[in-house]
């Protein structure tokens, strides 16, 4: 008899430069496990209540919200960047510019539909962390949606609306529900999470026992 799948939800938000570090690591774990795992991918805003833009440069921005000095952020930003190098991500982020990420949510879930939900977050990770596009805009959106097949023209249409915004919000109560505060979050099978951009190794050993455990329970 197959072994059924585990249900891997994952929350993160775009501008979250580890969740895209946990994003690799998860694919590398993904290749290591030899049982399925449907990986379904939760919005989750770090900021909900951020205007479009900030308006200025991050660390700017770090060195206020933490209270320290620009040279302590690009420090901290530093060492971040070599975090994402070990998983082969180059990250530039003193060009990022970050602002309220729900309509980057909203298009992750409009590609879903099309089936280009990964490489359209795939695609906004990479202009925000590595490239520092401007995604405040719209018309920036929907060129980065052309980049993975999707019609730019249906894609500004579409975010002047309100469409799919629920289900943003959906799946902000459901983390809220599950106690999740932090992001990268991964929960397997609504009953087992770990939190964090953790290494391929502790995230395949923990879908490894995800697995296990649940083999003895249907036994």
């Known amino acids: 008899m197959p072994a059924e799948a585990i249900q891997l939800e994952v929350w993160s938000d775009i501008a979250c430069p580890w969740c895209y570090i946990g994003k690799r690591s998860l694919e590398s774990a993904l290749e290591l496990v030899e049982f ?3 990986v379904t991918w939760r919005s ?3 900021d909900p209540g951020a205007a479009a833009s900030y308006g200025r440069p991050m660390p ?3 060195a206020k919200k933490y209270g320290g000095t ?3 952020a690009l420090e901290g930003m530093a060492r971040v960047e070599a975090a994402a190098a070990e ?6 982020l003193a060009k990022a510019r970050g602002g309220n990420t729900v309509n980057w949510h909203r298009l992750v879930k409009y590609a879903e539909r099309k089936d280009l939900g990964f490489a359209m977050m795939e695609r906004l990770f990479e202009a925000y962390l590595s490239e520092g596009v401007d995604l405040s805009e719209a018309g920036a959106l929907a060129l980065q949606a052309q980049q993975v097949g999707l019609d730019p023209e249906d894609v500004a249409t579409f975010l002047d609306g309100n469409e799919l915004l629920q289900a943003v919000r959906d799946d902000e109560s459901l983390a809220a529900n599950l106690g999740i505060s932090a ?3 991964f929960v397997a099978n ?3 999470v770990v939190n964090g951009a953790q290494p391929p190794a502790v995230l395949m050993g923990f879908l490894v026992k995800v697995f296990e455990e649940s083999q003895q329970a249907s036994e």
Do not use: N, S
């Not at 998983?87 to 530039?92: A, E, L, Q, T, V």
């Open 190 to 192: 609504r009953a087992y």
């Open 36 to 38: 399925p795992v449907e």
């Open 183 to 185: 992001v990268p979050a």
């Open 87 to 92: 998983r082969g991500i180059h990250y530039d």
């Open 44 to 46: 989750f805003e770090l």
């Open 60 to 62: 700017e921005l770090l």
């Open 70 to 72: 620009i040279d302590q």
